[in-house]
């Protein structure tokens, strides 16, 4: 862990007051802790700007019975298996399924995985969590 280095900052007392309720409403235990929480947000955001190795999981939500889309996912999954560490699959009821596909690599190569799976043939959702391998923060 790295050391602690106190700084000052100052703020409009209005901006204060709407981050101090929001910091409480979110249940940060401190100003310190709810600012490094922001700062860790934008450097992940950065970090997927700049085409980093980034990580994250992309949450597919499919009706199973659809002509071979299984194996569309499949297929597209393969095509990128450098990227795919596992992926877990829920049936959500009698039609619905959702898989969560947990990624790591080249910010561009998830971005391209994502919009393959997204343009699967009767694919429902497909959300994109972007996140961070953590190393850098
Ligand atoms: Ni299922």
Redesign the pocket.
């Known amino acids: 862990m790295s050391s602690i280095t106190r700084i000052s900052i100052s703020l409009a007392s209005d901006v204060l007051e709407k981050f101090d309720a929001l910091s409480k409403e979110q249940g940060f235990p401190t100003r310190s802790e709810a600012i490094t929480h922001l700062i860790h947000s934008s450097l992940v955001q950065q970090q997927w700007a700049d085409g980093k190795v980034v990580a994250g999981a992309i949450t597919l939500i499919y009706d199973?019975h659809k002509s071979q889309i299984l194996q569309k996912i499949v297929d597209v999954q393969h095509d990128f298996g450098n990227l795919v560490i596992c992926s877990q699959?829920?049936?959500?009821d009698r039609h619905?399924?959702?898989e969560n596909i947990i990624v790591r690599g080249e910010m561009r190569q998830i971005q391209k995985l994502h919009q393959g799976l997204s343009a699967v043939k009767g694919m429902k959702h497909a959300v994109l969590s972007m996140t961070t391998t953590g190393k850098d923060l």
């Open positions: 199973h699959h829920a049936h959500l619905n399924c959702m």
